[in-house]
């Protein structure tokens, strides 16, 4: 089993930045895939943001150029530096560490992008 605990959601204006972080513990893997999932009220999830272990990036095209996933393998943590905050982007935010098929979520932290 893998534990994951996240933290730096809130209330933000418009235009500004918020910073997600999320911690594995566990039976955490060397060939894993973390990411960060949303899902807004009335939708369905999507995914965001992912990243390996070596460090390559995937995103979602509607996140590219204001959000930017980090990873600190040392410390099993994952990051999700988020920009230019729109409303649009209000959501509970999920952590998510993948070990091939299997996946982990976390509890979720929620984003409110409201003046």
């Known amino acids: 089993q893998v534990q994951l605990v996240e933290s730096g959601g809130g209330l933000v204006q418009p235009g500004g930045s918020l910073r997600l972080s999320c911690s594995a513990s566990g039976r955490t893997s060397s060939i894993s895939v973390m990411g960060w999932y949303r899902r807004a009220q009335g939708k369905q999830r999507e995914s965001v943001a992912t990243?390996?272990?070596?460090?390559?990036?995937n995103y979602a095209d509607f996140v590219k150029g204001r959000f930017t996933i980090s990873r600190d393998n040392a410390k099993n943590t994952v990051y999700l530096q988020m920009n230019s905050l729109k409303p649009e982007d209000t959501a509970v935010y999920y952590c998510?560490?993948?070990?091939?098929?299997?996946?982990?979520w976390g509890q979720g932290t929620q984003v409110t992008v409201s003046s």
């Open positions: 998510n560490y993948a070990i091939g098929a299997i996946s982990y």
């Open positions: 990243i390996t272990r070596g460090g390559s990036t």
